[in-house]
T-cell receptor, first 114, second 113 residues
Framework: GDSVTQKEGLVTLTEGLPVMLNCTYQTIYSNAFLFWYVHYLNESPRLLLKSSTDNKRTEHQGFHATLHKSSSSFHLQKSSAQLSDSALYYCALRDMDSNYQLIWGSGTKLIIKP | DPKIIQKPKYLVAVTGSEKILICEQYLGHNAMYWYRQSAKKPLEFMFS???????DNQTASSRFQPQSSKKNHLDLQITALKPDDSATYFCASSQDNSGNTLYFGEGSRLIVV
């Protein structure tokens, strides 16, 4: 079945350094729809980015990601980390198999230190 | 104003008891979901409903029963509570069940003692 892999469970960075959170996926369908959700402490998870267009960069709130179908990846990046970026980040795949449900990665906890 | 209302925000329950978590959404969405986040674990999908019908159930235990009395309501009844059920339960909704953007409520934090 479809799956999403976020290899890093925890990423700790110093403020100002670039951020890259990895997300790879597996699906038999060619029209994958990928999402990044962010979950700040004591808040609700919310959508950060989404894309279904191959090789097109999508940006929001300083973060960007490019869906690469050739490598089945949708890595989340930011040029310069801020303390306020500390949160849990989930990558998700729209599953064309089971009622179009989202398949979630295990999440990456990002901690930004001064 | 929050568009997805979850009640209660915090709840302490005794092992073996039964509780109901309430969720109402005012976004006009047709699909609703329950997710759970236990301590130090990632978000875990539980149920999805579309037009008040169960679409997907990833929860093994029958102790968890969603209840939809109206299109914009999806409550979660939990029976025979166990300490392992302690978690924050998030309700979410989307326009339909075709995987569009999910909007989450603020969560109900349940502690079972």
């Amino acid at each position: 079945g479809d799956s999403v892999t976020q290899k890093e469970g925890l990423v700790t960075l110093t403020e100002g350094l670039p951020v890259m959170l990895n997300c790879t996926y597996q699906t038999i369908y060619s029209n994958a729809f990928l999402f990044w959700y962010v979950h700040y402490l004591n808040e609700s998870p919310r959508l950060l980015l989404k894309s279904s267009t191959d090789n097109k960069r999508t940006e929001h709130q300083g973060f960007h990601a490019t869906l690469h179908k050739s490598s089945s990846s949708f890595h989340l990046q930011k040029s310069s980390a801020q303390l306020s970026d500390s949160a849990l980040y989930y990558c998700a795949l729209r599953d064309m198999d089971s009622n179009y449900q989202l398949i979630w990665g295990s999440g990456t906890k990002l901690i930004i230190k001064p | 104003d929050p568009k997805i209302i979850q009640k209660p925000k915090y709840l302490v329950a005794v092992t073996g008891s039964e509780k109901i978590l309430i969720c109402e959404q005012y976004l006009g969405h047709n699909a609703m979901y329950w997710y759970r986040q236990s301590a130090k674990k990632p978000l875990e999908f539980m149920f999805s409903y579309s037009y008040q019908k169960l679409m997907d159930n990833q929860t093994a235990s029958s102790r968890f029963q969603p209840q939809s009395s109206k299109k914009n309501h999806l409550d979660l009844q939990i029976t025979a509570l166990k300490p392992d059920d302690s978690a924050t339960y998030f309700c979410a909704s989307s326009q339909d069940n075709s995987g569009n953007t999910l909007y989450f409520g603020e969560g109900s934090r349940l502690i079972v003692v």
